[in-house]
Structure formats: structure tokens, C-alpha cells
């Protein structure tokens, strides 16, 4: 049995026993990484030497007479759109490939505070653009489950470490279900916070108004620790929310008696295969069982989520990936002729496909001709979508649905359509649209491969949502499997 396999709190007795040190805990992550991320490709950069020294100087701690937090020791993976202090930040992009930044994002500090030690930096679609891993400039991530099919994306190489015990528990970044899309394919924890729960100081921006980086674990426990650890009012982030951080692991009672779901007729209709479909239902009789109750609603304005999305958080992509340019850091061509040559052919040359079909999308979305027919109404209609959730949340404490309409997808599958790969985040979007918070447990297999529940609640209500999450976990060994790798 591997150390991976326990609960964060386990492993924090063991260390104060000394019965395991943390020097054991990064030669396990490490061990396993050696074993088995040839096949996965879930890390683009590995911090050893650092990784190793930091578990000798926390080793040493344990030994003076002081109270160390829950997160003391343990090995994390970050995303690699997190800027991370001496450590290559790439966001799997040629154009930041030889990136390293001299400062470290927030959470990367409030980590650091917790104690953790950060094993190295996870693959991930370039720039965050894209739902399958297939986009890195690196390399594809493969899922655990089944090393034919995709992670998922964005945050697919921080779902797959994960899932593959490679890591302990990661960081990721959702956009429009970044997070929990991949956390459903590896059959993982995944929550995205309320818009402004978690600075977004040091994560390279995508789409600004839409970003929120959250954790990635094997238990709903686990996940409630390591958001604690990095929430909270950023002065560095204007966006960050000077909201109360309340103990969200108090919340996590198994008791959900009298609590009433919502479940929205869009999120179980076309789309969505029986078998998807299926395991949601006998997941709401689970939670019936555990003395919930369940109706049917209505989020009307969910169709239109998905041409919104792409409209706002191409637009936003536009104008944030202006700045790499080829001056100032990052990749510069070689052939330019003069400055704007240099920055044709270093954008050309730098970005990937994807990336660049979305700032081409952007940018038209934004041009004189094209703004109040594109850009604004799609803002109104983002408007529509987050009264649509706030009216449902007037009734009900949580809306539950599936996390994807279908599970994990070969490699290769979707990638000559980039159409029907979008489609693929439509559970996903309108929770990013509304800056609601959402999680993704795992809900059953289909196929033997995983398929997420997904729990959405009121804005600044992780507790609820944790409430509800935890509860389903302890009544379902859906989260005990793991991957034969």
C-alpha cells in the first residue's frame, strides 16, 4: 500500500509519530513519478534537488517543539500556469518555454506558509485552451484509466498525477471546467471556487473574469484542507473577494437531512448518454437515501452557454496573450526582418494552433463592427445565465448533474473537430459564467472508466457544496478505485 493511498490527516499522525518522515513522503512521489509518467506525461518539470532539500530542512522541524499545519510535508503538483519562483513556468506554450519566473503566485506562498513541498510542474492544454490535454506544445497527458483516452483539460495533468499517485494532491485552474472535466475523466476530486475565493495573483491570465484556481485531491476531505490553505482576500489580486473563509471542514458531517436539490432537465438531456445519465440518477438515490430531496429545474438560458463563453473568454484571451510579443521575455524568432515582423513571426511561430484560433475569434469578437453583435450581447446573456442559477438558489441549496455528458475520450478522437471538443464543457461553462463554485466527486464507472457527479452551489457556499460532496463520498467506494497503471 502506498503512502498516496491514506488520508492527508493519516499521514499527518504518521509524521508526528515520526513513523514516516517527509523525506519518505518525496521519495515516494518521486519513485512513482519514475514509474510511471512515461506513460502518463503528467509533469513538464521536476524540481528534485529543491524538492529534496526543502524535506531535510522540514524533517529537522519536526523535531523542535512546534505546531505544524495539516498540509506539513506533503508533496504537491502545480499546474504550470502557476508562476512558481525559480522553477520553469511554460504554460505548455513554446512562446514561455524558457520562462522562469522571480516571483511566486499567492497560492504559491500560502503553500509554502502550509509547508508543503512543490514536486514540479504539471502538463497542461497550452495556455489553458482546450479540454483534452491534446494542446500542450510538450507532450499529451494520457488518462490513468486507460492510457488510450484523454485527461481531460485544461488542468488534465494535474487530474492524471493525481489519479496515477504520483502526487499527494495539485493545483488547477478552471476557466470553464478546467478542473472538474478532468478530475471526472481520472475519476478524482475537483473543486472550483467562487469567482474571487482564491487569488488569482501569478496565474498567467487566459480569460480574467472567467479563471479561478482550485485543488485537485483523492478525497472531498483532502480537497476542503487544501482550500483552505489558499483562500482568502489577496491585496495583490483586485479581484480576489474580502469574504469570510469560514472552516470548511466543519461542514463535512455526513448529515444532508431535509437539504433540497435542484436538478436541471438541460443537464440530463440531449447530449448526455443513458449510461452518464444513469449513474447521476442512482447518485440521487443515494443522497435520497441520506435524507435529501430532489425536483426537477429549469436553467433555460444554459443553451446559450457555450456560444457565450467562447465569445467573453476569447475576447478576454485576445487581450491578455497581446503581451507576449517577443520584447520583453519568452520566445523571439530569429528570422524578423523589422519590430513588426518580429512580432508576427514570433506569435506565429510561438502559439499553437488553438491559441491561435482563439485569439483570431477574439479579436473579431472585439473589433469595430463587431462588438455590441458579439462581445456585449454575449455579456447580457452571461447576465441571463447567472440569474438563472440565482433564481433556482432561491428554492434549492445545491443543483446537482453530471460533471461531462459522456466519459473520457480516445486521443485523437476530437482533435480534427474543434467544434464538438467545445461541446464537451457544456455541463462545465454556465457555473464559470455565474462565478458560482462547483465540485466534481466521483459518481461510478462506465466502462471502466470514471464519470463525475457534479454539485453546484450559491456563490461563497463551498461549505454546502462540501457538505453535500462528503456525505455522498462516505455512502460510495466509487472514490477507493484506482487505476491499474
Known amino acids: ?58 524533517d529537522e522541524a519536526l523535531g523542535l517543539e ?28 513554446k512562446i514561455l518555454g524558457n520562462f522562469d519566473p522571480i516571483y511566486d503566485a499567492t497560492v504559491v506562498e500560502k503553500l509554502k506558509k502550509s509547508e508543503t513541498v512543490t ?73 472550483k471556487p467562487t469567482y474571487g475565493r482564491v487569488s488569482r495573483y501569478g496565474l498567467v491570465a487566459f480569460a480574467s473574469s472567467l479563471d479561478q484556481i482550485g485543488p485537485i485531491t483523492r478525497t472531498v476531505e483532502d480537497n476542503a484542507y487544501l482550500l483552505q490553505a489558499i483562500s482568502g482576500i489577496d491585496p495583490m489580486d483586485s479581484t480576489s ?61 444554459s443553451k446559450y452557454a457555450l456560444a457565450t463563453y467562447y465569445l467573453l473568454s476569447s475576447s478576454e484571451a485576445s487581450a491578455n496573450l497581446a503581451r507576449f510579443d517577443g520584447v520583453r521575455y519568452g520566445y523571439r524568432t530569429d528570422n524578423a526582418k523589422n519590430l513588426i515582423d518580429m512580432y508576427k513571426q514570433t506569435r506565429s511561430e510561438g502559439f499553437g494552433p488553438e491559441v491561435k484560433r482563439r485569439i483570431m475569434l477574439g479579436t473579431y469578437a472585439l ?44 486521443v485523437g478522437e476530437k482533435t480534427k473537430d474543434p467544434l464538438t471538443m467545445y461541446a464537451n464543457d457544456i455541463l462545465t461553462i454556465p457555473v464559470n459564467l455565474a462565478g458560482v463554485p462547483g465540485i466534481s466527486v466521483p459518481a461510478g464507472f462506465v466502462d471502466g472508466l470514471p464519470v463525475g457527479l457534479q454539485i453546484i452551489g450559491k456563490h461563497f457556499d463551498e461549505s454546502t457544496i462540501y457538505r453535500v460532496a462528503h456525505a455522498f463520498e462516505q455512502a460510495t467506494d466509487h472514490h477507493k478505485q484506482k487505476p491499474q497503471l
Not at 508526528?16 to 514509474?35: A, G, W
Not at 499545519?69 to 520553469?88: E, S
Not at 491534446?134 to 493525481?162: H, I, Q, Y
Request: proline share 4%; net charge negative; with cysteine.
Open 66 to 93: 512546534k505546531e505544524h499545519g495539516l498540509l506539513f510535508g506533503l508533496p504537491i503538483g502545480v499546474k504550470d500556469n502557476i508562476v512558481t519562483k525559480g522553477i520553469r513556468t511554460t504554460c505548455a506554450s
Open 241 to 301: 473577494a474580502n469574504a469570510e473563509v469560514p472552516d470548511f471542514l466543519s461542514s463535512l458531517t455526513g448529515d444532508i437531512k431535509g437539504l433540497k436539490i435542484g436538478v436541471p432537465k438541460e443537464y440530463l438531456g440531449e447530449g448526455v448518454t443513458e449510461e452518464v445519465r444513469q449513474s447521476i440518477l442512482d447518485a440521487l438515490k443515494v443522497l435520497e437515501g441520506l435524507g435529501a430531496t430532489w425536483e426537477e429545474v429549469s436553467l433555460p438560458h
Open 367 to 410: 473589433s469595430a463592427g463587431h462588438y455590441d453583435a458579439y462581445y456585449i450581447k454575449a455579456q447580457k446573456v452571461r447576465t441571463l445565465i447567472k440569474q438563472d442559477f440565482e433564481n433556482v438558489f432561491e428554492k434549492y441549496d445545491v443543483i446537482v448533474g453530471p460533471t461531462t455528458p459522456t466519459p473520457a475520450f480516445k
Open 119 to 191: 514536486i514540479g510542474k504539471i502538463n497542461m492544454d497550452e495556455f489553458a485552451m482546450g479540454s483534452s490535454n491534446e494542446n500542450s506544445a510538450f507532450a499529451a497527458t494520457r488518462n490513468p484509466w486507460d492510457l488510450d483516452r484523454v485527461p481531460g483539460g485544461s488542468s488534465g495533468g494535474s487530474a492524471a498525477a493525481v489519479a496515477a499517485g504520483e502526487v499527494f494532491f495539485s493545483l488547477g485552474s478552471d476557466t470553464g471546467g478546467s478542473i472538474r472535466q478532468p478530475a471526472a475523466f481520472c475519476g478524482v476530486v475537483g473543486l
Open 1 to 58: 500500500m502506498s503512502l498516496f493511498d491514506k488520508k492527508l490527516s493519516e499521514l499527518h499522525t504518521l509524521l508526528h509519530k515520526k513513523e514516516i518522515t517527509v523525506t519518505d513522503l518525496v521519495d515516494t512521489s518521486y519513485k512513482r513519478i519514475s514509474e510511471v509518467d512515461d506513460k502518463v506525461q503528467a509533469f513538464l518539470t521536476l524540481d528534485e534537488e529543491n524538492a529534496r532539500k526543502q524535506a531535510k530542512v522540514l
